[in-house]
């Protein structure tokens, strides 16, 4: 297996344009996680999915984060209008049990 | 709740010294534990894991036992190498898919 795909794997962008984030899980798993990585704040878990089906957004930082899963093999994790202090590491994971499989990441940078 | 600290970094080492990253946890219930290990610019990996008490995990020569008594899950290696370079995490989880992170210990290790 592949394992878990992220794309872009860097995104630069300047202060109010939209940004979307590709995630491909592992096939066969059923959960989907987003995190968020700084310097400053760590790991921070900001949705996950089971079976297609947000279960707890109470991670996503404000309204201008949206993340979807209308498919087992596609996530995105939108961000309109993005920010300087959105700039960090976003990495998605998935999982079948209690391991979770993490991407590559996509390092965001907004200018 | 649940929770995980884990020693602060940054950690030097010599190469062929003796590792140990602390980690406690504050759980209800008997979660499982684990040890994730990121390298530079790439995502986290799963190192090892324990599930119950007195569970021993290993793996590349690591080591952590399950210890309830202390709420503990030490990170252990005898010697250590120039490519066990990384960031360290420490993280439980209560059920299934509720993973919690430590801040993540950096380990570097010099020739």
């Known amino acids: 297996d592949a394992g878990v795909i992220q794309s872009p794997r860097h995104e630069v962008t300047e202060m109010g344009q939209e940004v979307t984030l590709r995630c491909k899980p592992i096939?066969?798993?059923?959960?989907l996680f987003w995190y968020r990585q700084t310097m400053m704040r760590g790991l921070e878990l900001l949705i996950y999915?089971?079976?297609?089906?947000?279960?707890?957004d109470s991670g996503m930082p404000e309204d201008r984060f949206s993340a979807k899963m209308p498919n087992a093999s596609f996530s995105t994790l939108k961000i309109q209008p993005s920010e300087p202090r959105d700039s960090a590491v976003y990495f998605c994971?998935?999982?079948?049990?209690?391991?979770?499989?993490f991407g590559p990441g996509t390092r965001l940078t907004v200018t | 709740g649940n929770s995980v600290t884990q020693m602060e970094g940054p950690v030097t080492l010599s190469e062929e010294a003796f590792l140990t990253i602390n980690c406690t946890y504050t759980?209800?219930?008997?979660?499982?534990l684990f040890w994730y290990v990121q390298y530079p610019g790439e995502g986290l990996q799963l190192l090892l894991k324990?599930?119950?008490?007195?569970d021993k995990g290993s793996n590349k020569g690591f080591e952590a036992t399950y210890r309830k008594e202390t709420t503990s899950f030490h990170l252990e290696k005898g010697s250590v190498q120039v490519s066990d370079s990384a960031v360290y995490f420490c993280?439980?989880?209560?059920?299934?898919?509720?993973?919690?992170f430590g801040a993540g210990t950096r380990l570097t290790v010099k020739p």
């Open positions: 994971a998935s999982s079948w049990g209690d391991e979770q499989y």
């Open positions: 096939s066969g798993h059923d959960y």
């Open positions: 999915f089971n079976n297609n089906v947000p279960i707890d």
């Open positions: 759980a209800t219930g008997y979660p499982s």
């Open positions: 324990a599930t119950k008490a007195d």
């Open positions: 993280a439980l989880s209560p059920w299934g898919n509720d993973m919690r």
